[in-house]
């Protein structure tokens, strides 16, 4: 359905199996990469669960209704206003306290943004292909990608000929994006699994809203840092990482961890994912958030 947050109609999926269960925002990567086709994937999820999969500003069905209005509004403090925003509605429609958020990539850094600005509508942060410093991430996952593009020619090429980070120019950090993905360990998912339910080939307006999305958030990705952003949280806050995520280093987000303080908090490494665990091994990604991050956010309804 669509609801107006931010001065736009922007749309919102629910699902799920109870109404008592925990309610689980989920903030997509990209910016622009739209969740809502992938609800199918995770079925399993919503016996644990309520998910609620949102169609940020510029994205999805949200920039379908919109289009490209919303360009002068496309910021990381408006994105964040709407994110609190739908929370606040998800709070007062499905009669909850607090909520769980998960934010994946760029998710994960409006996540941040939002549990620093409203730490009190939160029961607990999930982080996912954590971005904590680009640079750094970038500096340490790039040789590591070089190495396991050694028997990918094309790969090893295109890696090879933008050389090393610091990068000057947006194609580069492209070529890294791509080649990320495509050596990210295997899925453990079977292709097959709910295939009729997805939409093949997508909507045009997935793939507009991700470039309009990306054009206009890129510079400003790349200037956040989480290590001075918010080291104090007032919340359990979780990282589920893929031990071999060389887009968003495990390695760093490691170190991270150590130096934060919470009243909770968790690295927790998911063996042979990467950067796209969240999709590639879901079910190990749901078994960490029952065992960790579910009974916290078991609280009676209001």
């Not at 500096?139 to 980070?165: D, F």
């Not at 997805?198 to 999305?213: E, K, N």
């Not at 909770?264 to 960490?288: M, N, Q, T, V, Y």
Request: proline letters at 6%; hydrophobic letters at 40%; glycine letters at 8%.
């Amino acid at each position: 359905m669509y609801v107006r947050i931010g001065g736009i109609d922007q749309w919102i999926q629910i699902s799920g199996s109870d109404s008592a269960n925990p309610v689980l925002l989920w903030l997509n990567g990209g910016p622009g990469a739209s969740t809502v086709p992938s609800i199918c994937l995770y079925r399993s999820w919503e016996r644990a669960f309520t998910i609620v999969m949102w169609d940020q500003r510029g994205e999805g069905k949200t920039f379908d209704r919109s289009g490209e209005s919303v360009a002068a509004s496309m910021t990381i403090d408006q994105m964040t206003s709407d994110g609190i925003g739908v929370a606040e509605y998800l709070r007062k429609h499905l009669h909850k306290d607090k909520i769980i958020l998960l934010g994946h990539s760029w998710g994960s850094i409006l996540g941040l943004h939002m549990i620093a600005q409203r730490p009190d509508v939160f029961a607990a942060y999930v982080g996912t292909g954590q971005v904590v410093n680009l640079r750094r991430q970038f500096e340490a996952g790039y040789p590591k990608l070089r190495e396991r593009a050694a028997a990918n020619p094309k790969g090893e090429r295109e890696l090879t000929a933008i050389g090393s980070p610091p990068w000057s120019d947006a194609s580069a950090y492209h070529t890294v994006n791509v080649w990320a993905d495509a050596l990210d360990p295997p899925s453990k998912v079977s292709s097959h699994v709910c295939a009729a339910e997805r939409l093949v080939p997508p909507p045009a307006y997935i793939q507009a809203g991700a470039q309009f999305s990306n054009r206009l958030l890129f510079d400003a990705i790349g200037k956040e840092d989480m290590d001075t952003f918010v080291t104090h949280y007032a919340l359990p806050v979780f990282f589920i990482q893929g031990s071999d995520d060389l887009l968003t280093t495990t390695s760093v987000v490691k170190q991270y961890v150590r130096e934060i303080e919470a009243p909770s908090k968790a690295l927790i490494e998911l063996p042979g994912s990467g950067h796209l665990a969240i999709f590639r091994d879901p079910d190990a990604f749901l078994a960490a958030l029952e065992s960790r991050v579910r009974r916290f956010a078991m609280s009676p309804p209001r």
